[in-house]
């Protein structure tokens, strides 16, 4: 018994400097900890503090710095992602078209040698104009500016050989621009099963300041007098243009509603019907009625002739009011009926044509034809570029060859033309139009008039022009 309580006695002695051993390092470790655990705190504070503060400085930690660059490109893709969604639908477009003509003594108005210079603008924006049920709505406006008449030929049929001149009734001091377009269009989905995206067939509701060839006697090859043709016989129909049978405003705007049936059923032969009734004469530029609108119907189809597209339209249309075509100033019941069409022939070459026929009215002409085709440049290695011919021909009408001797203005209201007209007008317009690069084009052309306004006594006349078009 007592060698058993020595025994214990002396491994007591022996533990306990190893236990004061052990709390020591236990101490120490502790302390160790609160040490790392205050070193922390003060870390997440001033973390906390730089936090705060949406600035970036140099003296901040870097995870503080990593962060906020983080966040600031995360709230920059937020920023564009809601300016993408609110642009969403609104397309703009704008060019600036400018061009140099000169013509010789003999064939101005004025009887001396001309050289002129003209610009003209054009910006359009289409919005989304808000959704009715199925039908979604679009919202388009077309503003344009610009400076100089061009050239004063001597009387032609062909309304001029620069349809890009504009310059507003002010005069060529003051150069501000007018709203040509602003319209409104609906379009309605014609379903069979009730899924709006397999719709084939549409209506399209329209009303506005419109530009009436936007929507009829539309051509591939010939309808945009700032990449095409300038000479305004091969733009539109002469006779609704060059002749006035559509008698728009003075700029060729009018107020105006449109409706069209469109069938894409079958792809390559998709086809439309088209109505619309537009203000003539003082009803075109808002300062008189719009009774005896001028109306026009048009049916167009696709076809592809060796796969190759083509587009063909025909149309009639009757003005209430056709002073405005009408030589002898007295205001007539107009008709007519016309043709427009454009065919691939291969991939490079597109021919067209147009004619028009005066059915109803005392015109200048009453027959009208152009022709021509538009071959692009890949054959030599510019498949950006592109070369075109036109010809054209103007039939003198009959009342015109039978009235045109007439004199004295002020005595029988008649026009003082002041020769006989007895022969049909005929033009030539060739370009080459030179792509600068994606957003320049550079455009020589020259343009014959033979026996202008009829007149087969008249010299020839001979245009020469350089057109540059900014664009995108």
């Given at each position: ?43 997440n504070r001033e973390l906390e503090k730089s936090l705060d503060s949406q600035r970036i ?229 808002f300062s008189g009625s719009l009774a005896h609108p001028f109306v026009i119907s048009q ?174």
């Amino acid at each position: 018994m007592r060698i058993r309580l020595i025994a214990a006695l002396l491994a007591a002695g022996f533990a306990a400097p190893a236990a004061a051993n052990d709390m020591a390092a236990v101490l120490a470790e502790m302390k160790r900890l609160a040490e790392r655990v205050e070193a922390l705190e003060k870390h997440n504070r001033e973390l906390e503090k730089s936090l705060d503060s949406q600035r970036i400085s140099e003296k901040e930690p870097e995870l503080v710095t990593r962060l906020k660059a983080v966040e600031f490109q995360t709230l920059a893709m937020q920023k564009q992602a809601r300016q993408i969604e609110s642009l969403e639908g609104i397309t703009v477009g704008a060019s600036l078209t400018g061009v140099a003509q000169k013509v010789g003594a003999g064939h101005t108005a004025s009887g001396a040698e001309e050289a002129r210079a003209n610009y003209r603008g054009d910006i359009s924006v289409t919005l989304p104009g808000g959704e009715m049920g199925n039908a979604e709505g679009k919202i388009f406006a077309h503003f344009r500016f610009g400076q100089g008449t061009g050239l004063g030929l001597r009387p032609t049929y062909t309304s001029g050989a620069n349809t890009t001149a504009f310059q507003t009734s002010a005069g060529s001091d003051d150069s501000f621009g007018i709203l040509a377009q602003a319209w409104y269009q609906l379009k309605l989905p014609l379903m069979d099963d009730g899924i709006k995206a397999n719709a084939r067939e549409h209506l399209h509701l329209t009303a506005g300041k419109i530009d009436p060839f936007v929507f009829f006697d539309q051509n591939g090859a010939a309808d945009d007098e700032s990449a095409k043709f300038m000479n305004n016989a091969f733009v539109h129909n002469p006779l609704l243009d060059s002749g006035g049978d559509i008698r728009a405003d003075a700029y060729g705007f009018a107020p105006g509603a449109i409706v069209k049936y469109e069938n894409l059923r079958q792809k390559g032969s998709e086809w439309a019907l088209s109505l619309g009734a537009f203000g003539s004469g003082p009803g075109a530029n808002f300062s008189g009625s719009l009774a005896h609108p001028f109306v026009i119907s048009q049916a167009e189809t696709n076809v592809h002739l060796n796969y190759l597209p083509g587009t063909y339209r025909a149309y009639l249309w009757r003005n209430g009011r056709g002073r405005g075509a009408t030589y002898d100033r007295i205001e007539r019941k107009h008709a007519g009926i016309g043709f427009s069409a454009d065919q691939k022939i291969s991939d490079e070459l597109t021919l067209f044509g147009r004619y028009g026929h005066q059915i109803k009215g005392k015109v200048r002409f009453d027959r009208a034809l152009t022709v021509g085709a538009e071959l692009a440049g890949s054959p030599w290695g510019r498949a950006a570029d592109s070369l075109g011919l036109a010809l054209g021909a103007l039939r003198t009408s009959a009342d015109f060859r039978r009235d045109s001797l007439a004199i004295d203005a002020d005595a029988d209201g008649n026009a003082d033309f002041g020769y006989q007209a007895s022969g049909s007008e005929k033009q030539l317009e060739l370009y080459y139009r030179y792509k600068l690069n994606s957003r320049v084009e550079l455009t020589p052309d020259f343009q014959l008039i033979r026996q202008p306004g009829g007149n087969a006594a008249a010299p020839t006349v001979k245009v020469f022009g350089l057109r540059a078009k900014v664009g995108f």
